[in-house]
């Protein structure tokens, strides 16, 4: 049975290479690969993961590695359910492919969810000791940069962390270029219904490759449900699951705004510390993100009241709102643009909200600022809190301009050419 599921998970064996389409992080990946360290490949469920470590199998073949020295296996698979407890029968999955193979020279192996067996840390920091085995790991679960791996395979180990598909990801699937300034001028009808689109809808390829709304909103609800029921429940042995599904489901209906544990203790009948812990298992498993606000001592923001996003757009859609709001959309959007780019993302708070600050740069988002009123207020609050030397950017739904010294920003220009942080000219 095992050397069937071998075989049937690695058709190129039998010269069967199938060419995917490149994610922006395969050019890492292709950086990571001569070198000795694991690399480990972490995002949210159905990202793409597998097919970025496949898309490194077909990159190997193109380069000449044997087929047979590569080895890919979906751990999820229903098979080894019952050995999930026992690290040691990844070894045992190993000796079975040398045995039917017999591959020579360096050996490439993707254990795609590693997380799927307990205490797969300590066989893969075995095998990496003792062989000249290149590794590819995936895993749906942050745990995976946790202290365990942190101390075990120390130095070892290169993390490629993965999101659903960026808006220029997005757009080349769609077949729109954006390559220079005047594609981007040439597509601009195609590339604002495209906005709409990926605002709406986020980043995961099963659901914008489907026009049925109702049938978008299902695929992301079973995501979610996958994710709390298969990947939360059991590994924490929550008993209450019926409460961290209300929970899940009523933060993202609130995303973009300030988290109070308090209040959402007593909605939900559970203590302080439970609905804490339950957020920290929606973070690890990449389904939401928090955000401190920005204070000089590092204990204070802490302690700071936190602001919560969802890792995709597509959540937004999944629960009832009372208007067909994109501002929270862009905001959450935004969100996701800098805290891949940032890796100490902060809000300011005082009499009023900067909503984003980083690297000595003020963001402010605003869907639209056409009205005086909107425009004044978002810039009243820069005045706020801008201090000498410090930058700020106002990125809005579809303008490109220059107030004084805040530079006003559309989405796509700040998506598609990096301009959340550099110089930024209005467009003609």
């Known amino acids: 049975m ?80 019952e050995f999930r407890h026992d690290a040691t029968y990844l070894e045992t999955i190993y000796e079975a492919y040398l045995k039917l193979l017999d591959p020579q020279g360096k050996i490439y192996v993707i254990f795609d969810e590693i997380q799927f ?79 709409e689109e990926y605002l709406r809808w986020g980043g995961f390829y099963e659901v914008f490759t489907v026009d049925d709304t109702l049938t978008k909103k299902e695929i992301l609800t079973s995501y979610a449900k996958n994710i709390l029921y298969r990947d939360i429940v059991p590994r924490y042995g929550i008993r209450n699951s019926e409460s961290i599904e209300r929970l899940f489901f009523y933060l993202i209906g609130n995303a973009c705004t300030i988290l109070n544990y308090t209040t959402l203790a007593s909605t939900f009948a559970l203590s302080d510390k439970s609905v804490k812990e339950y957020i920290g298992y929606f973070e690890e498993t990449f389904l939401v993100a928090r955000i401190d606000r920005f204070h000089t001592k590092p204990k204070e923001r802490i302690k ?62 605003s869907y639209d600022i056409h009205d005086e009123k909107t425009k004044k207020r978002e810039l009243s609050a820069f005045d706020a809190f801008k201090k000498e030397g410090e930058t700020c950017k106002l990125i809005t739904y579809e303008t490109d301009d220059l107030l004084g010294e805040v530079e006003v920003v559309s989405f796509e220009r700040a998506a598609l050419t990096g301009e959340t942080h550099g110089s930024t000219h209005p467009s003609t």
């Open 304 to 365: 700071s009241m936190k602001k919560i996003y969802v890792k995709d757009n597509g959540f937004l859609q999944v629960v009832p709102k009372f208007s067909d709001n994109l501002g929270a959309a862009l905001e959450n959007s935004v969100f996701n643009l800098l805290s891949q780019k940032h890796t100490s993302l902060t809000y300011l708070r005082e009499s009023v909200e900067v909503d984003f600050y980083a690297d000595h740069t003020l963001y402010q988002v």
């Open 117 to 195: 067996f307990e205490n797969w840390q300590v066989y893969i920091k075995s095998k990496y000791e003792s062989s000249d085995i290149k590794f590819i790991l995936t895993g749906s679960n942050s745990s995976m940069l946790s202290n365990d791996l942190g101390t075990l395979l120390t130095g070892r180990s290169l993390n490629i962390h993965l999101d659903t598909f960026s808006f220029g990801e997005f757009l080349d699937f769609q077949g729109i270029d954006y390559s220079d300034e005047l594609a981007r001028m040439c597509n601009k009808i195609a590339t604002a219904r495209a906005k």
């Open 2 to 81: 095992l050397k069937n599921i071998l075989q049937e998970q690695n058709p190129h064996w039998n010269g069967v290479s199938t060419a995917y389409a490149k994610r922006e992080k395969f050019a890492t990946l292709v950086r990571y690969l001569p070198l000795r360290h694991i690399i480990t490949i972490t995002g949210i469920r159905r990202c793409g993961k597998s097919t970025l470590a496949k898309t490194a199998i077909h990159h190997l073949i193109e380069t000449g590695t044997n087929p047979k020295n590569i080895l890919f296996v979906n751990l999820e698979q229903p098979y080894f359910l």
